[in-house]
């Protein structure tokens, strides 16, 4: 089992930055691609960042790109999301997920990809 805990939220303003970190334990050789994913209230699960294994591919969604950029720490198990210049609508529970296997039909940013997700955390940006 993989278990999945983020951290790094918090309320800030427009304009400021955050870092998100997300750590995984357990059997962390079956996490393959590891994501980023926000919902607001509301709304829909959206897929924000996620990162290949190996080389590291990276994906975004258009609403975040060159503001987010998503990364890892291999020995500390860990993954990042550093959010620059947030917007308001950023405001979200951010969620990590990871566990889409080799060869998913699903688009790296479809949350249905994914089978281990974390509890979230909260971002509030305020104007």
């Known amino acids: 089992q993989v278990q999945l805990v983020e951290s790094g939220g918090g309320s800030v303003q427009a304009g400021d930055s955050l870092r998100l970190s997300c750590t995984a334990s357990g059997s962390t050789n079956s996490i393959n691609y590891r994501s980023w994913f926000r919902q607001a209230p509301g709304k829909e699960r959206e897929g924000v960042a996620a990162i290949s294994p190996g080389i590291g591919n990276t994906f975004y969604a258009d609403s975040v790109k060159d503001r987010f950029t998503i990364s890892r720490d291999n020995a500390k198990n860990t993954m990042y999301l550093q959010m620059s210049s947030l917007k308001p609508e950023d405001t979200a529970m951010y969620y990590c997920?990871?566990?889409?296997?080799?060869?998913?039909?699903?688009?790296?940013?479809?949350?249905?990809?994914?089978?281990?997700w974390g509890q979230g955390t909260q971002v509030t940006v305020s104007s």
């Open positions: 997920a990871a566990g889409r296997p080799y060869g998913s039909r699903y688009y790296p940013l479809d949350p249905l990809g994914y089978t281990i």
